[in-house]
């Protein structure tokens, strides 16, 4: 049995899912044999004002240093739709972003940074970090 056998979604037709409880990230071991620094980067993000209903746009970058395992992005890709339509803060979104990453592979060190587009002339960007003393220099 080859260590991908485990991932569904790569190199599979597959749709999108409609909420992130639903969505799964999947990983693959981390083949480095040095600390290193992947980063993740998308334009393209969005999800739902839970107050108004309308959509929130965002420029939205994960970085991090993998642990013994690396997330797949087809899956990434696939667990970030799953915010199209789902109604929520951005705060609590770059939250639980991170919150499913570190539960999903455990990495060394990972920050998830979140651009969301302005709304009512103000632009909010929210950090959040998993492990910062182990903070590549």
Known sequence: MSELDS?????????????PSDAKLE???????????????????S?????????DSCHL?????????CVE???LKYYLASYRNFAAFNEQIVNRITDDIV????????RVVGTFSPRGGIQ?????????E????
């Open 7 to 19: 991932l569904t979604l790569l190199g599979s037709q597959s749709t999108f899912f409609t909420n």
């Open 27 to 45: 990983s693959f071991p981390n083949r480095g044999t040095r600390p290193y620094q992947i980063n993740l980067d998308t334009h393209e993000f």
């Open 47 to 55: 999800s739902l004002c839970p107050v108004t209903g309308q959509p």
């Open 61 to 69: 970058v994960i970085t991090y240093v993998p642990g013994e395992l």
């Open 73 to 75: 992005t087809k899956s």
């Open 103 to 110: 539960a999903s592979v455990q990495p060394r060190w990972l």
């Open 124 to 132: 909010l960007t929210c950090t959040a970090e998993h492990q910062p």
């Open 134 to 137: 182990n903070r590549p220099i």
